[in-house]
């Protein structure tokens, strides 16, 4: 089963806003990462957070992690129209090695 | 960064034909690497884990006769669909653990868009 789960699936902004995406997951974690996917495209890494990390910041994204929910919240600061992708979020599948796993996503626009 | 990549980058073929994917870790080595299979606006599901050197841990519900994965080397490991159905056609896509890092950060490859007529 699915350990992340995006929200919204999909979000649609002006350009120069911030857009605010959530995770949430079921079991303990190590860390959590947020990916990113263009159309038709690979993932590209975009951060990891430790689980005994609160925030972390990377550019224009910021990334918090609340253990205690099991959620966390990726925000892309003043966005523009290149930030048009799909975001997800990853968990590490407890037991064993660690092996990603990922929710739907969440389709962001960002209009010009 | 650490560069996956892929190939072919899509190929459609006729049912009942076999179809190779490759994907190799540019510059550096992976001992584990990951198989997922994506269709249109839904999320990556893994289909098998691939260990250099060992058989494929695959997801349950994955045939293994049908997906062979060959991971002979520290760079390459490949996907071979064995008598596609249009049902396989989908985006393939793997991923590589850099084994000198130390938090499980993964490399993804661009993908394979898969289309079987």
């Known amino acids: 089963s699915q350990q992340g789960e995006e929200d919204p699936q999909a979000l649609s902004i002006q350009e120069g806003e911030n857009a605010t995406m959530n995770c949430s997951y079921k079991t303990s974690i190590n860390n959590l990462q947020w990916y990113r996917q263009n159309s038709g495209r690979g993932l590209v890494h975009l951060i990891l957070?430790?689980?005994?990390?609160r925030e972390k910041h990377s550019g224009r994204l910021r990334v918090t992690l609340d253990t205690s929910k099991k959620s966390s919240s990726l925000l892309i600061t003043a966005s523009r129209a290149a930030d048009t992708a799909s975001y997800f979020c990853a968990t590490g599948r407890t037991g064993g090695s660690y092996i990603p796993t990922f929710g739907r996503g969440t389709s962001l626009i960002v209009h010009p | 960064g650490a560069v996956v990549s892929q190939h072919p980058s899509w190929v459609i073929c006729k049912s009942g034909t076999s179809v190779k994917i490759e994907c190799r870790s540019l510059d550096f080595q992976a001992t584990t690497m990951f198989w997922y299979r994506q269709f249109p606006k839904q999320s990556l599901m893994l289909m098998a884990t691939s260990n250099e050197g060992s058989k494929a841990t695959y997801e349950q519900g994955v045939e293994k006769d049908k997906f062979l994965i060959n991971h002979a080397s520290l760079t390459l490991s490949t996907l071979t669909v064995t008598s596609a159905h249009p049902e396989d056609s989908s985006f393939y896509i793997c991923?590589?653990?850099?084994?000198?890092?130390?938090?499980?950060?993964?490399?993804f490859g661009p993908g394979t868009r898969l289309t079987v007529l």
């Open positions: 957070i430790r689980s005994n990390e």
């Open positions: 991923s590589a653990r850099d084994t000198r890092r130390s938090y499980n950060e993964q490399f």
